[in-house]
């Protein structure tokens, strides 16, 4: 089945500095990879998502870059905020599976 | 449209009881996912409910089980409760593969 490691558990950057979280997973069937942003005390809510048919995306200061024959996928967030302070996590879907994998999560630390 | 709702917000219970936990989908949604979450880190998967039928249960023993009703929303029991099941259970429900929406949660507190 499928795994996805995620990487690093925890993450701390300077306000205004670029924060990156890479995940990787195991079954090249995969073709949807979405990631979760959960803020202290609330739920997992999507924040951005990626196919396989697209190698980038961006949503103002967040991008998505999925790598298929490395089968890695990265979130970027560029010019950090506080409010970007929080728990991330990364999934995967397989063609033809109907059950996300997520990875072990990132908690991502905004120092002022 | 309303999200995906779940009671009791909180719930304290002592070792050996049983805790139901309840699950209420995004209308139209016929998928519901039990995740347990404690030490506020990783999402482990519990189980898995579609069109009323049990579809897939994680790595947990058989004391977790649950159901889901004919208007699709879900109901988690974990019997014979142990202090490690201490944690935050998340539903999430999803119309189609693919993106889960997230209920709140419910934290159990087993003392």
């Known amino acids: 089945g499928e795994n996805v490691e995620q990487h690093p558990s925890t993450l701390s950057v300077q306000e205004g500095d670029s924060a990156v979280i890479k995940c990787t997973y195991s079954d090249s069937a995969s073709n949807y990879f979405p990631w979760y942003k959960q803020e202290l005390g609330k739920r997992p809510q999507l924040i951005i998502d990626i196919r396989s048919n697209v190698g980038e995306k961006k949503d103002q200061r967040i991008a998505v870059t999925l790598n298929k024959t490395a089968k890695h996928f990265s979130l970027h967030i560029t010019e950090t905020q506080p409010e970007d302070s929080a728990v991330y996590f990364c999934?995967?879907?397989?063609?033809?599976?109907?059950?996300?994998?997520f990875g072990q999560g990132t908690r991502l630390t905004i120092n002022p | 449209e309303a999200g995906v709702t779940q009671s009791p917000t909180h719930l304290i219970k002592t070792r050996g009881q049983q805790a139901t936990l309840r699950c209420s989908p995004i209308?139209?949604?016929?998928?519901v996912y039990w995740y347990q979450q404690a030490l506020g880190l990783g999402l482990q998967f519990l189980l898995w409910y579609d069109e009323g039928e049990e579809r897939n249960r994680g790595n947990f023993p058989p004391r977790f089980s649950g159901r889901q009703f004919p208007n699709y929303s879900s109901e988690l029991n974990v019997n014979a409760l142990e202090l490690e099941d201490s944690a935050l259970y998340l539903c999430?429900?999803?119309?189609?593969?693919?993106?889960?929406?997230f209920g709140p949660g419910t934290r159990l507190t087993v003392l």
């Open positions: 999430a429900s999803s119309r189609w593969a693919g993106e889960e929406f």
């Open positions: 209308s139209g949604h016929t998928s």
């Open positions: 999934a995967a879907l397989r063609t033809g599976a109907q059950k996300l994998v």
